[in-house]
């Protein structure tokens, strides 16, 4: 089992950039697929970026393909979202995720794992 704590959310101006940090407990976290997700008022969760165990493979949502950037740092226990040229449109909050099994990392009902969630509010 691992235990997620995000952080890093805030308000910013259209345009501006923020760095969202995922904290894993545990010595396993090498061992999980990590992926970050967001929900604004009244939608479902979606899918944003993740992140494969070794971090050499990315996958990215269209709406933020070339404006975020997911990374992981296995010694720390941390993976990162860095996203730049925020709109307002962005505005949710944002959680991040861990699934231990190999399979789809698109679909929120795969992680089993997830942490309290960071507000992101991004302003016009």
């Known amino acids: 089992q691992v235990q997620l704590v995000e952080s890093g959310g805030g308000l910013v101006q259209a345009g501006g950039s923020l760095r969202l940090s995922c904290a894993a407990s545990g010595r396993t976290f090498s061992s999980y697929i990590m992926g970050w997700f967001r929900q604004a008022p009244g939608k479902e969760r979606e899918f944003v970026a993740a992140i494969s165990r070794s971090g050499g493979s990315t996958y990215y949502a269209d709406s933020v393909k070339g404006r975020f950037t997911i990374s992981r740092d296995n010694a720390k226990n941390t993976v990162y979202l860095q996203m730049n040229s925020l709109k307002p449109e962005d505005t949710a909050v944002y959680y991040c995720?861990?699934?231990?099994?190999?399979?789809?990392?698109?679909?929120?009902?795969?992680?089993?794992?997830w942490g309290q969630g960071t507000q992101v509010t991004v302003s016009s």
């Open positions: 995720a861990a699934d231990p099994k190999t399979g789809s990392y698109y679909w929120p009902y795969e992680y089993p794992y």
